[in-house]
């Protein structure tokens, strides 16, 4: 629309034009109640209503069966580093296995390890985490009570693009910046959680589908905030929740669905990827260090041959309508990120850009 920009920001991130149109057409008076969703109370019937339809529909676009609880938790992505391990420990005195694979995998292990025991069962630190280790070189313990790992590190972009197998040990992944990216079997995790920031919504909360086998034995000395089945009971809502994030997940649940669902969002996530990607892969000034095998769909990271110009292409991006593209403080660089909510004629034009900035400086 006009005045809008391409936003390429990793996180909070852009969310789908009409979802926004959506939220300011019933912004003073949703559906004729003459009150605003950020001035209702959580547990009228009309929240309630928002609340569990847009539980519904998340469990039909990712086929979610009773045998999992679909929780709305705040704290965000970080809030469930410390409350996997305080569930899934429990007072049980077991360890977690983590797979490190980059920053916020390496941040969740930190977070574990001052609540309760878990071990690093493989480590990418080697190859700067540019590549995912060989699944034959994990160091699995088979007595774990979960493996832990992040589906898509969103810094450098490395994205698992199979489920790793871990038998019979429950398998939790931090999927932040790439839930709804494409469709999922969930029945193969014990926790799936995600930040909404990203690829679902405002900031302020963390879609949290446990399997209800691992709630209920939480451990005994902590907040009941962070207790799963109590949350569960509550309908997550053991406190006052942020309603408006709840509610913008629902439209965004919405559109999906209106959509074509997660395949058709798998098939464009591919393409506007792959079109970077390859046009990254054939210019002499820019390049990506990933792994081809594990390069994310949802966030391509680049560099520059000639670093002495990081600054001059975000000045002359920004100018050009094209935002949020500088690299995480921690890795530098540049990056794209391309949630579903980022059209393909903005991967258009932020390859039209680079090249004619490869022309004029290259
Ligand atoms: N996990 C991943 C993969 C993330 O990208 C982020 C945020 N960038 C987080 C966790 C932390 O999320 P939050 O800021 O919501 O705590």
Not at 172 to 187: E, F, I, Q, Y
Request: charged residues 20%; contains cysteine; hydrophobic residues 40%.
């Amino acid at each position: 629309g006009p005045g809008r920009a391409w936003n390429f920001s990793a996180g909070p991130a852009m969310l789908p034009q009409a979802v926004m149109e959506q939220a300011q057409a019933e912004l003073l008076d949703w559906q004729g109640t003459g009150i605003s969703v950020l001035e209702m109370g959580h547990r009228t019937p009309e929240f309630l209503q928002i609340a569990q339809q847009a539980e519904a529909d998340l469990r039909h676009l990712l086929d979610i069966s009773d045998d999992y609880h679909v929780l709305f938790l705040q704290g965000g992505g970080t809030g469930q580093f410390g409350m996997v391990p305080l569930n899934l420990l429990g007072d049980s005195g077991k360890s977690a296995d983590y797979l490190i694979t980059g920053h916020w995998s390496q941040l969740a292990h930190k977070e574990a390890v001052r609540i309760a025991r878990a071990r690093v069962a493989a480590d990418g630190a080697t190859t700067n985490y540019c590549k995912i280790p060989d699944r034959a070189d994990w160091q699995l313990d088979p007595d774990a009570a979960y493996v832990y790992y992040c589906a898509n590190e969103t810094l450098l972009g490395v994205e698992f693009h199979d489920t790793p197998d871990t038998g019979d040990v429950p398998l939790v992944a931090d999927m932040t910046s790439n839930l709804l990216a494409r469709p999922l079997d969930v029945s193969r995790f014990g926790v799936v959680f995600a930040g909404m920031q990203k690829n679902i919504g405002p900031t302020g909360m963390a879609v949290v589908i446990v399997r209800k086998d691992l709630a209920g034995n939480a451990r005994s000395n902590m907040p009941s905030l962070e207790d799963y089945a109590l949350q569960a009971k509550a309908g997550s809502m053991l406190n006052t929740p942020p309603t408006f994030t709840w509610y913008m997940a629902g439209l965004n649940f919405r559109w999906l669905l209106d959509n074509g669902g997660l395949e058709a969002m798998a098939a464009a996530n591919r393409r506007k990827a792959d079109k970077l990607y390859r046009f990254i892969d054939a210019s002499s000034l820019y390049y990506n260090e990933i792994d081809p095998a594990c390069r994310s769909d949802m966030n391509v990271h680049f560099r520059l041959r000639d670093e002495s110009l990081q600054q001059g292409v975000l000045e002359a991006a920004g100018a050009a309508g094209l935002k949020a593209l500088a690299g995480h403080r921690v890795t530098g660089g540049l990056r794209a990120s391309l949630y579903n909510a980022m059209p393909e004629a903005g991967v258009d034009a932020l390859i039209d850009f680079l090249g004619e900035f490869e022309r004029r400086h290259g």
